[in-house]
């Protein structure tokens, strides 16, 4: 099959977006613009696959890049992927295996709101985390953590329920709100830590 497929990168280093066809996300790319390898050597990409959670069933399947652009299925359900190396705008999937690289080692401020699939307030948490996301890009990075699936990272953070925000920066905790909270309250928590 025709490699066809581009993705937007955004560079961790400048902020830039590289577009990327699939065929070379395991080829070590550099940014257009300030020349820094887009994935580490510890991302997975580097290692020809990426892991990807199931909409479906939450399962993480490993997919190798190779056959990203090939329409590939759960190991589990069976059910299609919907491959997007992004999410919303300025909105990131984090997991044990990467959140080190996206959250720890970001030179922005990073917002990372712990939940879980069918929790009631996490549903009613979203849209206020996509708008930060949006509201705040460039100036704060924003993720989304599924505890039902990756559980390593919020036992050494010590998350006790869903949903729990915590707000990192120069790989340090500043703070945490647990619980549901109201939207300006999260904005005025985070505002004089955006940049």
């Not at 993705?7 to 613009?33: D, E, F, M, V, W």
């Not at 984090?94 to 690289?101: A, K, S, V, Y």
């Not at 925000?165 to 005025?188: D, H, V």
Request: glycine share 8%.
């Amino acid at each position: 099959m025709a490699d066809t497929t581009e993705y937007h990168i955004r560079c961790s280093n400048c902020g830039a977006t590289n577009k990327l066809p699939s065929s070379r996300l395991g080829q070590s790319p550099t940014c257009g613009k300030c020349k820094q390898q887009l994935f580490s050597e510890s991302s997975p990409i580097r290692s020809g696959a990426i892991i990807v959670p199931c909409k479906q069933c939450q399962t993480s399947n490993k997919i190798p890049l190779k056959k990203i652009d090939d329409q590939p299925l759960c190991g589990k359900c069976k059910s299609p992927f919907s491959l997007n190396l992004t999410t919303e705008p300025g909105l990131l999937i984090l997991t044990d295996q990467n959140f080190t690289e996206s959250v720890l080692r970001s030179p922005v401020p990073f917002l990372v709101n712990f939940y879980s699939p069918n929790c009631g307030p996490c549903k009613l948490l979203s849209p206020t985390i996509n708008k930060i996301a949006k509201d705040y890009e460039g100036r704060l990075k924003v993720g989304n953590f599924n505890v039902d699936i990756n559980q390593y990272i919020p036992s050494l953070y010590r998350v006790g329920g869903t949903p729990t925000l915590l707000l990192f920066q120069a790989s340090k905790e500043l703070g945490r709100l647990e619980g549901y909270q109201p939207s300006g309250t999260i904005t005025q928590w985070i505002r004089p830590h955006a940049w």
